[in-house]
Protein backbone atom coordinates (compact mmCIF):
# COMPACT_ATOMS: atom_id res chain seq x y z
CA UNK A 1 0.00 0.00 0.00
CA UNK A 2 1.12 3.65 -1.04
CA UNK A 3 1.53 5.49 2.48
CA UNK A 4 0.81 9.33 2.47
CA UNK A 5 4.91 10.15 2.07
CA UNK A 6 5.63 7.49 -0.16
CA UNK A 7 4.59 8.02 -3.82
CA UNK A 8 6.41 6.99 -7.65
CA UNK A 9 7.53 8.34 -10.97
CA UNK A 10 8.37 5.96 -13.32
CA UNK A 11 10.22 5.54 -16.74
CA UNK A 12 9.32 3.16 -19.54
CA UNK A 13 9.71 -0.74 -19.17
CA UNK A 14 11.96 -1.90 -21.60
CA UNK A 15 13.61 -5.41 -22.62
CA UNK A 16 16.98 -4.60 -24.23
CA UNK A 17 19.41 -7.26 -25.53
CA UNK A 18 22.79 -5.69 -24.97
CA UNK A 19 22.03 -4.59 -21.30
CA UNK A 20 25.65 -4.40 -20.90
CA UNK A 21 25.96 -1.17 -23.38
CA UNK A 22 22.58 0.29 -22.19
CA UNK A 23 23.51 0.52 -18.24
CA UNK A 24 26.77 2.20 -19.31
CA UNK A 25 24.48 4.79 -21.62
CA UNK A 26 22.92 5.71 -18.38
CA UNK A 27 25.15 5.94 -16.06
CA UNK A 28 27.63 7.94 -18.49
CA UNK A 29 24.24 10.21 -19.07
CA UNK A 30 23.89 10.88 -15.29
CA UNK A 31 27.47 11.94 -15.04
CA UNK A 32 26.24 14.93 -17.29
CA UNK A 33 25.91 18.37 -15.36
CA UNK A 34 27.49 21.78 -14.22
CA UNK A 35 31.14 20.87 -14.64
CA UNK A 36 32.64 21.25 -10.83
CA UNK A 37 35.67 23.82 -10.19
CA UNK A 38 36.62 21.70 -7.24
CA UNK A 39 36.87 18.26 -8.65
CA UNK A 40 33.49 17.09 -6.66
CA UNK A 41 31.02 14.49 -8.46
CA UNK A 42 27.08 16.39 -8.05
CA UNK A 43 28.25 20.00 -8.30
CA UNK A 44 25.82 22.84 -8.03
CA UNK A 45 26.85 26.21 -9.31
CA UNK A 46 26.06 28.61 -5.83
CA UNK A 47 22.56 30.28 -7.62
CA UNK A 48 20.86 26.39 -7.92
CA UNK A 49 22.09 26.22 -4.03
CA UNK A 50 20.69 29.37 -2.92
CA UNK A 51 17.33 28.57 -5.14
CA UNK A 52 17.22 24.68 -3.45
CA UNK A 53 17.61 26.64 -0.10
CA UNK A 54 14.49 28.77 -0.74
CA UNK A 55 12.13 25.48 -0.63
CA UNK A 56 10.64 24.61 2.66
CA UNK A 57 11.74 20.58 1.83
CA UNK A 58 14.94 20.20 0.08
CA UNK A 59 14.70 17.16 -1.86
CA UNK A 60 17.34 15.05 -3.72
CA UNK A 61 17.45 16.42 -7.33
CA UNK A 62 19.43 13.37 -8.93
CA UNK A 63 18.68 10.80 -6.52
CA UNK A 64 21.24 7.73 -6.55
CA UNK A 65 20.25 4.63 -8.56
CA UNK A 66 19.64 1.95 -6.58
CA UNK A 67 19.92 -1.54 -8.93
CA UNK A 68 17.56 -4.11 -7.79
CA UNK A 69 17.01 -7.67 -9.58
CA UNK A 70 14.12 -10.01 -9.51
CA UNK A 71 15.15 -13.27 -9.08
CA UNK A 72 13.87 -16.79 -8.86
CA UNK A 73 13.56 -19.75 -11.38
CA UNK A 74 11.84 -19.45 -14.51
CA UNK A 75 7.89 -18.96 -14.79
CA UNK A 76 7.60 -17.72 -10.77
CA UNK A 77 5.65 -14.17 -12.48
CA UNK A 78 9.43 -12.16 -12.11
CA UNK A 79 8.21 -10.49 -15.28
CA UNK A 80 4.47 -10.06 -14.42
CA UNK A 81 5.51 -8.70 -10.88
CA UNK A 82 7.51 -5.87 -12.50
CA UNK A 83 4.99 -4.78 -15.06
CA UNK A 84 2.46 -4.80 -12.66
CA UNK A 85 4.74 -2.34 -10.53
CA UNK A 86 5.28 -0.57 -13.33
CA UNK A 87 2.33 0.05 -14.93
CA UNK A 88 -0.27 -1.16 -12.81
CA UNK A 89 -1.58 -3.89 -15.12
CA UNK A 90 -2.05 -7.81 -14.95
CA UNK A 91 -1.44 -9.15 -18.20
CA UNK A 92 -3.41 -12.17 -18.59
CA UNK A 93 -1.97 -15.10 -20.11
CA UNK A 94 1.94 -16.54 -19.56
CA UNK A 95 4.54 -14.65 -20.37
CA UNK A 96 7.49 -16.18 -22.75
CA UNK A 97 10.22 -17.12 -20.53
CA UNK A 98 11.90 -13.69 -20.39
CA UNK A 99 15.52 -14.29 -22.13
CA UNK A 100 18.29 -11.59 -21.49
CA UNK A 101 17.83 -8.85 -19.04
CA UNK A 102 14.96 -6.45 -18.91
CA UNK A 103 14.49 -3.51 -16.98
CA UNK A 104 12.81 -0.45 -15.90
CA UNK A 105 13.07 2.72 -13.58
CA UNK A 106 11.34 3.80 -10.61
CA UNK A 107 11.65 6.89 -8.13
CA UNK A 108 10.28 6.54 -4.94
CA UNK A 109 9.45 9.40 -2.75
CA UNK A 110 10.16 8.04 0.42
CA UNK A 111 10.25 11.06 3.80
CA UNK A 112 10.62 13.63 1.14
CA UNK A 113 13.47 12.08 -0.34
CA UNK A 114 13.81 10.22 -3.81
CA UNK A 115 14.95 7.21 -4.43
CA UNK A 116 15.51 5.76 -7.53
CA UNK A 117 14.95 2.12 -8.44
CA UNK A 118 16.45 0.89 -11.50
CA UNK A 119 14.83 -2.97 -11.64
CA UNK A 120 16.69 -5.76 -13.69
CA UNK A 121 14.24 -9.08 -14.46
CA UNK A 122 16.21 -11.60 -15.35
CA UNK A 123 15.98 -15.04 -16.89
CA UNK A 124 15.82 -17.74 -14.47
CA UNK A 125 16.63 -20.76 -16.86
CA UNK A 126 19.52 -22.27 -15.51
CA UNK A 127 21.36 -21.98 -18.78
CA UNK A 128 21.31 -17.98 -18.23
CA UNK A 129 22.48 -18.44 -14.62
CA UNK A 130 25.91 -17.90 -15.49
CA UNK A 131 24.61 -14.26 -17.30
CA UNK A 132 22.81 -13.34 -14.34
CA UNK A 133 25.68 -13.87 -11.60
CA UNK A 134 27.29 -10.60 -12.98
CA UNK A 135 24.48 -8.42 -12.34
CA UNK A 136 24.61 -9.87 -8.34
CA UNK A 137 28.01 -7.56 -8.12
CA UNK A 138 26.87 -4.42 -7.62
CA UNK A 139 23.49 -4.44 -7.01
CA UNK A 140 21.83 -2.66 -3.70
CA UNK A 141 18.55 -4.99 -3.28
CA UNK A 142 17.48 -8.23 -4.64
CA UNK A 143 14.14 -9.52 -4.48
CA UNK A 144 13.76 -13.10 -4.80
CA UNK A 145 10.73 -15.17 -5.87
CA UNK A 146 9.12 -18.10 -5.85
CA UNK A 147 5.45 -19.62 -7.19
CA UNK A 148 3.27 -20.28 -3.91
CA UNK A 149 1.41 -22.92 -6.41
CA UNK A 150 5.12 -24.41 -7.13
CA UNK A 151 7.09 -26.00 -4.28
CA UNK A 152 9.99 -26.55 -6.77
CA UNK A 153 10.47 -23.26 -6.91
CA UNK A 154 10.45 -22.85 -3.10
CA UNK A 155 12.75 -25.77 -2.72
CA UNK A 156 14.92 -24.15 -4.71
CA UNK A 157 15.05 -20.76 -2.75
CA UNK A 158 18.02 -22.18 -0.72
CA UNK A 159 20.15 -22.53 -4.21
CA UNK A 160 19.17 -18.81 -5.20
CA UNK A 161 20.31 -17.91 -2.20
CA UNK A 162 23.81 -19.47 -2.00
CA UNK A 163 24.71 -17.85 -4.85
CA UNK A 164 23.39 -14.52 -3.47
CA UNK A 165 26.15 -15.75 -0.57
CA UNK A 166 28.53 -16.33 -3.14
CA UNK A 167 28.22 -12.91 -5.96
CA UNK A 168 26.52 -10.70 -4.73
CA UNK A 169 27.74 -7.58 -1.92
CA UNK A 170 27.53 -8.54 1.83
CA UNK A 171 25.18 -5.91 2.88
CA UNK A 172 22.69 -6.13 -0.18
CA UNK A 173 19.25 -5.62 0.82
CA UNK A 174 17.09 -8.99 0.00
CA UNK A 175 13.64 -9.55 -0.05
CA UNK A 176 11.26 -12.91 -0.11
CA UNK A 177 8.61 -12.74 -1.62
CA UNK A 178 6.07 -15.71 -2.38
CA UNK A 179 4.10 -14.86 -5.60
CA UNK A 180 0.79 -15.85 -7.08
CA UNK A 181 -0.65 -15.54 -3.50
CA UNK A 182 -4.36 -15.07 -5.40
CA UNK A 183 -3.73 -18.91 -6.02
CA UNK A 184 -5.62 -20.43 -3.26
CA UNK A 185 -7.22 -23.45 -4.50
CA UNK A 186 -3.71 -24.48 -5.89
CA UNK A 187 -1.15 -23.62 -3.29
CA UNK A 188 1.32 -25.81 -2.46
CA UNK A 189 3.33 -23.46 -0.52
CA UNK A 190 2.01 -22.69 3.43
CA UNK A 191 2.81 -18.71 4.25
CA UNK A 192 4.19 -20.48 7.69
CA UNK A 193 6.66 -22.22 5.40
CA UNK A 194 8.20 -19.12 3.85
CA UNK A 195 8.29 -17.12 7.06
CA UNK A 196 10.25 -19.94 8.68
CA UNK A 197 13.00 -19.52 5.92
CA UNK A 198 12.61 -16.21 5.98
CA UNK A 199 13.28 -15.96 9.31
CA UNK A 200 16.27 -18.94 8.88
CA UNK A 201 18.28 -16.43 6.38
CA UNK A 202 17.19 -13.68 8.20
CA UNK A 203 15.69 -11.75 5.46
CA UNK A 204 12.07 -9.86 4.72
CA UNK A 205 9.49 -12.30 3.53
CA UNK A 206 6.02 -11.07 2.06
CA UNK A 207 3.40 -12.88 -0.15
CA UNK A 208 2.66 -10.77 -3.33
CA UNK A 209 0.14 -11.44 -6.41
CA UNK A 210 0.49 -9.86 -9.59
CA UNK A 211 -3.02 -10.27 -10.61
CA UNK A 212 -4.75 -8.96 -7.54
CA UNK A 213 -1.74 -6.40 -7.11
CA UNK A 214 -1.18 -7.59 -3.20
CA UNK A 215 1.60 -5.93 -1.99
CA UNK A 216 3.32 -5.50 -4.94
CA UNK A 217 3.50 -1.87 -4.44
CA UNK A 218 4.24 -2.30 -1.22
CA UNK A 219 7.30 -4.49 -1.30
CA UNK A 220 9.47 -2.05 -4.03
CA UNK A 221 8.38 0.75 -1.66
CA UNK A 222 9.75 -1.23 1.43
CA UNK A 223 13.15 -2.10 -0.53
CA UNK A 224 12.79 1.50 -1.68
CA UNK A 225 12.86 2.78 2.38
CA UNK A 226 15.23 0.12 3.72
CA UNK A 227 17.86 1.83 1.08
CA UNK A 228 17.11 5.02 2.06
CA UNK A 229 17.99 4.39 5.82
CA UNK A 230 20.92 2.52 5.18
CA UNK A 231 21.97 5.22 2.51
CA UNK A 232 21.98 7.83 5.17
CA UNK A 233 23.39 5.78 8.15
CA UNK A 234 20.47 6.01 10.10
CA UNK A 235 19.56 1.85 10.09
CA UNK A 236 19.04 1.26 13.82
CA UNK A 237 15.68 -0.44 15.83
CA UNK A 238 14.66 3.13 16.91
CA UNK A 239 14.54 4.55 13.41
CA UNK A 240 13.65 2.06 11.13
CA UNK A 241 12.72 -1.84 10.70
CA UNK A 242 11.74 -3.46 7.07
CA UNK A 243 10.04 -6.21 8.80
CA UNK A 244 7.98 -4.14 11.04
CA UNK A 245 7.01 -1.88 8.67
CA UNK A 246 5.93 -4.26 6.07
CA UNK A 247 3.75 -6.40 9.19
CA UNK A 248 2.32 -2.67 9.35
CA UNK A 249 1.41 -2.72 5.67
CA UNK A 250 1.51 -5.76 4.29
CA UNK A 251 -2.18 -6.93 2.80
CA UNK A 252 -3.22 -10.81 4.09
CA UNK A 253 -6.66 -11.83 2.64
CA UNK A 254 -7.92 -14.89 2.48
CA UNK A 255 -6.97 -16.79 -0.30
CA UNK A 256 -9.81 -17.13 -3.15
CA UNK A 257 -9.71 -19.80 -5.89
CA UNK A 258 -7.14 -19.45 -8.58
CA UNK A 259 -8.57 -18.16 -11.76
CA UNK A 260 -5.40 -17.69 -13.91
Not at 41 to 66: C, F, G, Q, T
Amino acid sequence: METGADSMDDDVFETIEDSRLKINAINSQQKGGTPSPTGYRNYKPPAEVLKLAENDIIESVEPIVHKTILLGDSGVGKTSLLVKFDTGKFQSGNFSATVGIGFTTKVVTVDNTKVKLQIWDTAGQERFRSVTHAYYRDAHALLLLYDVTNKTSFDNIRAWLGEIREYAQDDVVIMLLGNKADCGIERAVRREDGERLAREYNVAFMETSAKSGQNVELAFVAVARELKYRENGTRDSNTFNVNDYIREQSVKPQCPPCTT
